[in-house]
C-alpha cells in the first residue's frame, strides 16, 4: 500500500458493542411502556378503593333511618371507603343532643328536632332528606277513658317525646279538629316507655310513630284507638351534622351521599328483601312493619317543600315555648346542598 494511501476507518457491526447500549435502552423502553399499559388496563378493570375515612354517626332506631341500615348492612358506606362506627339511639332528638356534645360526626333524626336545635342556635346543617312519609303516625288512647273520637283528647294526659316529631303532628291533629292546644296535658315520655305507660293506665293516649305504635296498639288491643291525619303532616328524616364539619369534610359528604343513593336503589329493586333487613335490625316481625312499610317513600333529596315545613315548624315552637329564639332563622345556610348538587343535582329542587 502506498504511504499516500489513507486507510479508511473500521465500521463497527450492529452487534458490535458501540450500538449495543442503545438495543438495552430501547428493551428497557418498550418493557416499561409495556408494563405501564398493563397497569393502567389493570387499575381500569380494579379500581382501587378509596382510603377509609372514620365516620361516628348516631343512627335512630325507626324504620325511617332504613337507608342508612341498607347501606351498612350491604357494605356501601365501606365500599364508598367509609368506615362508619354507629351508635344506636331511640329517637332523633337523642342523635342531635350526641351532635351537640361532639359525641358523633352525623346524626339521623326528623326535621322537627333539628329545627328546635337551630331554634336554640346549634351550629347544624342538614346533608341529606331520605324519607318522607305522611300517614304513619297516630295518636293511640285507651278507649276505657272515654276517648272514641279526637274532640274526647281535651283534658287528658298524652305522652309525646317533646321536641320531636310526635309533639307537632299531636299539634297539627288537634288543629285539624279545632281543638286547643293547651286543652291537653303533655307528658313528656321516651318513645321506649310509651307503650308501657299507656297500657298501665299512667297516661290517656300517647303520640308516636312505629314501631312504638304498633307496640301500642297490640298492648292495647281492643281497649285502644288510634287517631290519623294523613294529610296534616309529612315527615322528612334527615342526615344532620355539624356545619363546619360538614364543610370541612367534603369528600365524605360526597361519599355519604352516594352510599344512601346505592340503598335508595337497592330498597327500590329488593324491597321485600330490604324490608326482612331493617325488620331484623330494629328487632320486630317482619309481617308486621309491612303495612307501615309501604307508605314509607325514601327517596334522597332536599326540597323546597321541605324548607317550607321547616319554618313552619320554627314558627310552631316558637309560639309554644316562650324561652325559645325568635324571630324564625333563615334556614338556606342549614342545607349542606354541595355534596347533593355534586352527585345527583336533580334530587335538589331547593332554590339557592
Known sequence: MNSSEVAAPSKTPWTGFGRLPLLIAAVALAVGVATLAMTWR?????????????????????????????????????????????VPVSHGKTA??????????????????????????????????????SDEMAIVARRD????????????????????????????????????RDGVTLIDLPPGRLADELARGRIDAASTWQPVRQDAESALGAQGISFTA?????????????????????????????????????????????????????????????????????????LQSQLVTMEDEADWAVAGRPGASAPTPNFLPHLYLDALLEEQPDRVTVAH
Open 42 to 86: 389493570y387499575r381500569t378493570a380494579h379500581p382501587q378503593a378509596p382510603a377509609a375515612m372514620a365516620v361516628r354517626l348516631a343512627l335512630s332506631t325507626t324504620p325511617h333511618a332504613a337507608l342508612l341500615m341498607l347501606a351498612a348492612e350491604k357494605d356501601f358506606l365501606r365500599d364508598e371507603g367509609l368506615d362508619v362506627t354507629i
Open 230 to 302: 294523613p294529610a296534616a303532616y309529612t315527615v322528612s328524616h334527615v342526615v344532620v351534622g355539624r356545619t363546619d364539619y360538614l364543610h370541612g369534610h367534603a369528600e365524605m359528604s360526597r361519599r355519604f351521599v352516594r352510599a344512601l343513593l346505592k340503598a335508595e336503589r337497592f330498597n327500590r329493586l329488593h324491597a321485600d328483601e330490604s324490608l326482612g333487613i331493617v325488620a331484623r335490625r330494629l328487632k320486630v316481625d317482619a309481617d308486621a312493619l309491612r303495612p307501615s312499610w309501604k307508605s314509607l317513600a325514601f327517596r334522597v333529596n332536599l
Open 145 to 180: 277513658r272515654g276517648i272514641a273520637v279526637p274532640a274526647d283528647l281535651l283534658g287528658k294526659r298524652i305522652g309525646v317525646p317533646r321536641g320531636t316529631s310526635a309533639e307537632y303532628f299531636l299539634w297539627a291533629l288537634l288543629i285539624r279538629h279545632r281543638l286547643a
Open 96 to 133: 342531635l343532643d350526641l351532635l351537640a356534645r361532639g359525641e358523633v360526626d352525623l346524626a339521623t333524626a326528623a326535621e322537627v328536632p333539628f329545627v328546635t336545635a337551630v331554634l336554640d342556635r346549634q351550629p347544624l346543617s342538614i346533608l341529606a332528606s331520605m324519607l318522607s312519609v
